[in-house]
């Protein structure tokens, strides 16, 4: 079965221009492109016969004493196919043409120019079949061809690039409208039916997986939003937490919903999809609530890991007893405190006195945490009042009392501050960003 880029150059070989001049730049692109001269003769091969016939028959219309020699040879490297070569002997008037093919001239006229670009790709031209990608190319093993082609491409605004590939130089299309626009240009309009079809069958295939793949993710957004929300809601009957009725409502809902979206859910209690979402914030908020207390709560299992794990991570040192029991934790992450004391034969009271030690000693780590982070926010204050000083930047009033504060208590705290001049603790942090974001004007100058 022929391919699509030869269909095309079988549809092209039998067209034929009335103008004798549109017939010489076909013919002198195809000899220029895919032409071999030696002394006296000029040889074209193809493995494509319909292009082989048009070369004929153009010679044969153009210069008919032309003297031409025509084979035909069977090719073993590609699927023992047909090459056919067509020698033309360059005397006469013949001689003249073929010597002006290496020229670096262009047509003039635009029907001369189109008819070049017919020519040039019946020669070295090769166009993929549009259901895969979107690509027209002429090949050409001469550098001075490949720039006339390309300028042409120019001259007939169509956007093409350049490129070398092995020893070749490449002209290339890659958007389908100037593609379609070359194929009508040069004629081929059977082409130009099968590459719209295929455009307008991918560009509907395309159509149909975007909203597919649009549905696929709302689909699953809410089958997560509604795994998270019966999770808050398991969380707060585990927790014993007393809800308004509204919202006891909404969790029954839910839980006898599970894959229903909360449109779907709001329609069953006559209700806004934005009211019944706003319900299940709530219930989010109140189960974050507990999560937080639990993550920070150092009889739970959760705080006691996170205690655990700032001390690792602050590589703090720690008696044995302390250490083992960090390592039991760590390797029970889910088991409670009975469960641990009854596994490791300790008594519970002595294993919870153990976790308070390891809890005091992570909060002290916190605190230290903080106040070196109020300590280096001193230090960036420190860093934005001394480029103001240096440049004598006017401020009003209360800047400038802010600044001599912060000056004579350099080593304070923003709360320290707050508490010693009675300042709110929001108004003086405000206070300090309008002097940082002086100071940052003036580094960026």
Known sequence: ??????????????????????MRAELAAIFKIGGNATEGRIEFSSVNAAVVRKVISLIKKIYPDARKEIAAVRTKR??????????????GEAADFFESVNSRKIPRSHEAR????????????????????????INSSSESAADIVKKIFKQLELKANCRVRREDFVVYLREADSILDFLWMVGA??????FEAARNLKEVRANINRITNCEM???????????????????????????DDALKQAMELRLQNPESTIAELAKKIFMTSKGLGYRFKLIHELAEKIRHAEFFNPNS??????DIQLIIDSAVEVKEIIQQTMEMRLQNPDSTVSELAKNFFIT???????????????????QQANLDKMLDEAKIQLADIQILIDNKVEVSEIIEQTMKMRLENPDS?????????????????????????LAEKLRKK
């Open 78 to 91: 590609l699927r023992n196919t047909m090459r056919y070569f067509v020698r033309i002997f360059l005397t």
């Open 189 to 194: 309009n059977e082409a130009i039916e099968r």
């Open 348 to 366: 519970r009271e002595g294993l919870n006195y153990r976790f308070k030690q390891i809890h005091a000693l992570a909060e002290k780590i916190r």
């Open 301 to 306: 299992p959760r705080g006691q890991l996170a």
């Open 217 to 243: 993710a709302s689909l699953n957004r809410s089958i997560e939003a509604a795994q998270r929300q019966i999770a808050d809601i398991r969380l707060l009957q585990e927790n014993n937490v007393e809800v």
């Open 413 to 437: 705290t923003v709360d320290e501050l707050s508490q010693e001049f009675s300042i709110a603790r929001s108004w003086l942090n405000y206070r300090f960003e309008l002097i940082h974001k």
């Open 114 to 137: 189109v008819a070049y670009m017919r020519g040039a790709f019946l020669a070295g031209g090769t166009i993929v079949r549009p259901e895969k990608y979107y690509c027209l190319e």
């Open 1 to 22: 079965m022929p391919s699509y880029a030869q269909n095309v150059k079988e549809e092209l070989s039998r067209k034929f221009d009335r103008d004798i001049n549109c």
